[in-house]
């Protein structure tokens, strides 16, 4: 699977951004689509993630009520819908897909998100 994130820009503290993430090649096995976020110096982290239905939604306790997670099966994407973006919130914004037991073995490129005060 090849795995494509876009959406990433520069944003005011305060404001909105949506990433999107377009899988092509191998979709039809069931797996769960993760965002992640990494900044220079630290490790990558977990921001959210959605099962193949879309039933199921995780997030990071640092994003809770402000990210939003979704996914357009017709389209293969998962959108990362950011809402009061934050400072802190900026960095590189990778999608990934799971193996099927939440272990996310397909990275796509990365997104970057910069967050200005």
């Known amino acids: 699977v090849q795995l494509q994130a876009s959406g990433g820009g520069l944003v005011q503290a305060g404001g909105s951004r949506r990433l999107s993430c377009e899988a092509s090649g191998n979709t039809f096995r069931p797996y769960t689509t993760g965002w992640f976020r990494q900044v220079p110096g630290k490790e990558r982290e977990f921001v959210a993630a959605?099962?193949?239905?879309?039933?199921?939604?995780y997030y990071a306790d640092s994003v809770k009520g402000r990210l939003t997670i979704s996914r357009d099966a017709a389209e293969n994407t998962v959108y990362l819908l950011m809402n009061s973006l934050k400072v802190e919130d900026t960095g590189l914004y990778y999608c990934?897909?799971?193996?099927?037991?939440?272990?996310?073995?397909?990275w796509g490129q990365g997104t970057q998100v910069t967050v200005s005060s």
């Open positions: 959605i099962t193949w239905t879309g039933s199921n939604t």
């Open positions: 990934a897909r799971d193996d099927g037991y939440f272990n996310f073995d397909s």
